[in-house]
């Protein structure tokens, strides 16, 4: 006799459970990846405040002035963004120009009767 296969419900259930599979590994990837992120940006923000430290340093003690500094290259940093928490609502996109209200200079002037279409003045 000839195998059997598969079929129907339990091949059905078979290829759910491993798209559910899949799925469960892609948002751990993304899990793991941001958290890779918010310590990277903890690091780069931690770092960056200890440049502008010594910057600073540097100026308040008279050994360079600001715009020497920003000619050897060591220019103030850009702000970074800041750490994200659990309880920031996500970015919202740019929305578009919210439309008029609708009041009576948006809406069409009513078209006149015309003669002869059947309604009556």
């Known amino acids: 006799m000839a195998p059997k296969k598969r079929g129907g419900r339990a091949a059905a259930e078979a290829a759910y459970t491993e798209l559910l599979k899949d799925a469960r590994q892609l948002v751990g990837d993304v899990g793991a990846t941001y958290e890779a992120f918010t310590s990277a940006l903890a690091a780069a923000i931690a770092e960056q405040k200890r440049y502008e430290e010594a910057r600073a340093a540097a100026v308040k003690a008279g050994a360079v ?4 500094l920003d000619a050897m290259g060591y220019r103030k940093t850009p702000k970074l963004p800041a750490l994200p928490t659990p309880d920031d609502e996500p970015a919202k996109p740019a929305s578009a120009p919210k439309a008029a209200p609708r009041g009576e200079a948006s809406t069409p002037a009513s078209q006149p009767a015309m003669a002869g279409s ?3 003045n």
């Open 65 to 68: 002035s600001n715009d020497q």
């Open 118 to 120: 059947g309604v009556q």
